[in-house]
């Protein structure tokens, strides 16, 4: 079976042709992301409206671009290619964008009489996992890290997922990257200040672990932006000034590594309190942030100490962020419906399907 998924919920626009062999494993015949994320690094977040606009401007070349290479299928041929369902992101995410998506998929499969399976993009997140894994052991503890979301989720198995923590404020991501504007770093900072980390002391600095011994699961991260800034302020560190940067080269390596050991700490012990509770046989990361070395590395080695059975299971950096292949491996997963019902939802939840 050949699905091809479609993603546009944000500022990437993803299409994949991923195939499911007889063993179950999925495979990639073709990834194609076209990111504007350039266009946003200077106003230090995304603007839909620009977002929107790149979406339709790269959405066909991009899927000529993912049938070429998949399926050696020239857009405009007469017959339809040879693919047996389309999935597409119907939300959450920023309406312009999705619309994008919704309605590429929706011509295609009138056009090509092909089913259509709409796809919760941060089931998407998780099922990356399953293109590089075809043998995952649930019960499943789910940690999404992206831009938008910090969610731990239970995944008893495929059609029983239920949500038991979250943010109450800033995502992980967005505490990453507002930390990197007080440093005075591009947008998206996460993976900056990863790469900041490598050389940093994550001792130096101690900043807050919000909740970190609360009983639930629940995160908080605005409080450690506001414990940053003020921090910078008291000292009067002004990394806007160039010369000041390159003098305190080794102060920004730290601040990243103190930050980012603040954050991963507090992913890590709920992530593993959820694990020990529920008696879990699998981590399942995804998301943007699971990208972040230090944090997979936490992880297994305190699953390590603790003599934890369960298997740590993230994708590979490239499937972490949002893209085509991760939604098509979803659709393996989900049922089909008629065309005319799906719209886009820029405030779907995990769960209604
Ligand atoms: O999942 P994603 O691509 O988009 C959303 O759906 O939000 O996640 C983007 C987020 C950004 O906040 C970015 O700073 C963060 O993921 N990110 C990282 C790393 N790579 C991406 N954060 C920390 N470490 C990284 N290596
Ligand atoms: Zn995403």
New binding site residues.
Partial sequence: MIILGI?T??D?TGIAVVEKKTDNSLHLLSNIVASSLSKHAKTGGIIPEVAAREQVKVILPVLAEALKEGLSYELGEKNPPSIDAIAVTYGP?LIGSLLVGVETAKTLSLLWKKSLIPIN??H??FYANWIEHDNISLPAIILIV????TDLLLMKNHKDISVIGGTRDDAAGEAFDKIGRLLNLPYPAGPIIAHLAESGDPQKFLFPRPMLSSDNFDFSFSGLKTSVFNFIKKNRWDFTDETFVQAHKKLQNDLAASVQEAIIDVLVKKTILAAKKYNVNSIILG??VSANKRLRSQLSHEIKNLNLEAVVYAPSPQLC??NGAMIAAAGFFAAPVLWKSVTADPELSYYRE
């Avoid at 992206?146 to 979301?149: I, P, Q, R």
């Fill in positions: 993603e919920s944000c990437e995410g993009h941060m998407g997140h992206s831009g938008g979301h998301g943007g962020t949002d």
